[in-house]
């Protein structure tokens, strides 16, 4: 079983996962772990083809905390982007490692990877989607509010957006997804959210969108491997910008890193209700919930 969007998850294996989660979280903060090794000897291979800083940390972090070994295979390490095929990649590691994690641009050399590997694949972040973000995002909305929570998406309509919509049709929450034109969720990944249940508000109003929500969640405009496309997405994304006072008092969630001053401001990012570091810190239990749960099919 691999993990390259969530809705590869059951809506029950979903809630699955998150239980798992935050079992493991509640054992480690107050150390009743039954096991604390249950992922002992085994070896997670993490492929990056973009930079991280918290899936390689939570992922790398996470793998030691269960007894596990994490290895990094940034760009330069391995022969994957120099002249060896996705699938040799797949095939060579999966008779090393008992996990592959992997970054890269290409969502499809993801997919690639998953049906080449005979290990599971998990999806560190393509540029359409990024189901782990997801799964931590659905864990800090679950212990904060619940899942009858109402969420407002401004920003940009790609990977982070695109696995949460998936995430929030399969948990019930009442999602608005504002973006400028030309930058709303793929029409491809709409059909599956109703698929699943799922029926997003789309709008090009950021206003109206923050006005009717309970939590509010941003993402940057310019993603990476966009940096040639800056200028025109600064210009597209004017109006979509969070500042403090145009938040209120709602929670302000964002997957991080923020690129202070265009979607989101300083004051807002610093303020009290910014829940972006219970985000970040639930990367790790989310993952060490689906690594676990993983060696447990
Ligand atoms: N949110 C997220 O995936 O962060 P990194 O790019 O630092 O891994
Ligand atoms: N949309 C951002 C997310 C970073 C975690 C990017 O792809 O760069």
């Known amino acids: 079983m691999d993990l390259v969007d969530v809705d590869d998850l059951t809506t029950d294996e979903l809630h699955a996962v998150l239980d798992r989660a935050a079992e493991l979280k509640a054992a480690q903060r107050d150390g009743t772990s039954p096991d604390h090794s249950p992922l ?12 991280s800083t918290r899936t390689r940390v939570s992922f790398e972090t996470g793998m030691t905390q269960l007894g596990g070994h994490a290895i990094f295979l940034g760009p330069d390490d391995i022969h994957l982007g120099h002249g060896e095929p996705v699938k040799d990649t797949a095939r060579a590691v999966s ?11 290409d969502h499809a050399d993801v997919v690639e990877l998953a049906e080449y590997a005979t290990v599971p694949v ?43 919509v998936l995430g929030a049709a399969m948990t019930g929450l009442d999602l608005t997804v504002a973006t400028p034109e030309g930058y709303g969720v793929d029409e491809g990944v709409l ?24 939590v509010v969640y941003t993402d940057v405009w310019v993603s990476m491997g966009q940096e040639d496309e800056r200028q025109q997405k600064l210009n597209d994304f004017e109006g979509f910008q969070l500042t403090a006072d145009r938040i209120g008092d709602r929670p302000l969630m964002h997957c991080l890193p ?17 829940i972006v570091w219970d985000q970040a810190e639930n990367r790790m239990h989310a993952q060490k919930g689906l690594l676990v749960w993983l060696s447990e099919q």
Not at 258 to 273: F, I
């Open 122 to 164: 998990i999806n560190g972040l393509t540029d359409d989607a990024h189901p782990c973000q997801t799964l931590a995002d659905l864990l800090t909305i679950r212990e904060r509010f619940g899942f009858d929570t109402s969420v407002a998406w401004v920003g940009d309509g790609n990977n982070v957006c695109q696995s949460f």
């Open 191 to 214: 059909k599956r959210a109703r698929g699943l249940g799922g029926d997003p508000t789309l709008t090009n109003d950021p206003e109206a969108a923050i006005a009717d929500a309970d």
């Open 95 to 105: 008779r090393y490692v008992d996990f592959i994690m992997a970054r890269v641009f």
């Open 258 to 274: 923020a690129h202070r001053g265009e979607e989101v401001t300083d004051d807002a990012l610093e303020s009290e209700n910014a």
């Open 40 to 51: 002992a000897d085994q070896t997670l291979g993490m492929i990056f083809e973009k930079p």
